[in-house]
């Protein structure tokens, strides 16, 4: 069955850069689908950070645009984020999930890591 | 603020039946998909309705979906205790060319 896992530091300083990686296991990101990546404040809701395939093309949210990569890897099947000049706000849990096209469901997701930035 | 509305919180008694209204506009629920996602608590967030009414394989036929419009809906019948979680509903919006949740609804069983 396909599986998702998210990896990555759980502590962020205020203006660098939040990497983390998602390892998908029982599919080939090469054989189709997109790939994106979710994020959940404390408390608070959703938020769509981006999204990406396998040939790299990438769907990024406009308001975290400015900040964001998302690249893969299809040699080690994972995809990965970069959020540079992060702050508090940016504290969150991170989900990584497949997405049937850029613009529609979310169908497997990982667990979840959390991510505070703080110095 | 996200550009689709939900109400906060809706309860109902075991076995009754409710519904979580999406409110949105032609950019997003009134030209695309709506999504349906349930979040246990401390959990990932689980797709429940796809393309608007579509269950996935696994999900429990006493979920439904459905949109008029602008509006989409999610039905829960035969409500149980292991319903009670955070509902989302989702869609891509033109407008904004981003995919956008819902404000999230929670679900209470009496």
């Known amino acids: 069955q396909v599986q998702l896992q998210e990896s990555g530091p759980g502590l962020v300083k205020p203006s660098e850069t939040l990497s983390l990686t998602c390892a998908v296991s029982?599919?080939?990101?090469?054989?189709?689908?997109?790939w994106g990546w979710i994020r959940q404040p404390p408390g608070k809701g959703l938020e769509w950070i981006g999204s990406?395939?396998?040939?790299?093309?990438?769907y990024y949210n406009p308001s975290l645009k400015s900040r964001v990569t998302i690249s893969v890897d299809t040699s080690k099947n994972q995809f990965s984020l970069k959020l540079s000049s992060v702050t508090a706000a940016d504290t969150a849990v991170y989900y990584c999930a497949r997405q049937f096209t850029w613009s529609d469901a979310f169908d497997i997701w990982g667990q979840g890591t959390m991510v505070t930035v703080s110095s | 603020q996200s550009v689709l509305t939900q109400p906060p919180s809706v309860s109902e008694a075991p076995r009754q039946r409710v519904t979580i209204s999406c409110s949105g506009s032609s950019s997003n629920i009134g030209n695309n998909a709506v999504n349906w996602y349930q979040q246990l608590p401390g959990k990932a967030p689980k797709l429940l309705i796809y393309?608007?009414?579509l269950l996935p394989s696994g999900v429990s036929d006493r979920f439904s979906g459905s949109k008029s419009g602008t509006s989409a809906s999610l039905a829960i019948s035969g409500l149980q205790s292991e319903d009670e979680a955070d509902y989302y509903c989702a869609a891509w919006d033109d407008s904004l060319n981003g995919y956008v949740f819902g404000t999230g609804t929670k679900v209470t069983v009496l």
């Open positions: 393309y608007d009414d």
């Open positions: 029982g599919y080939s990101i090469s054989s189709g689908y997109y």
């Open positions: 990406i395939y396998h040939s790299g093309s990438t």
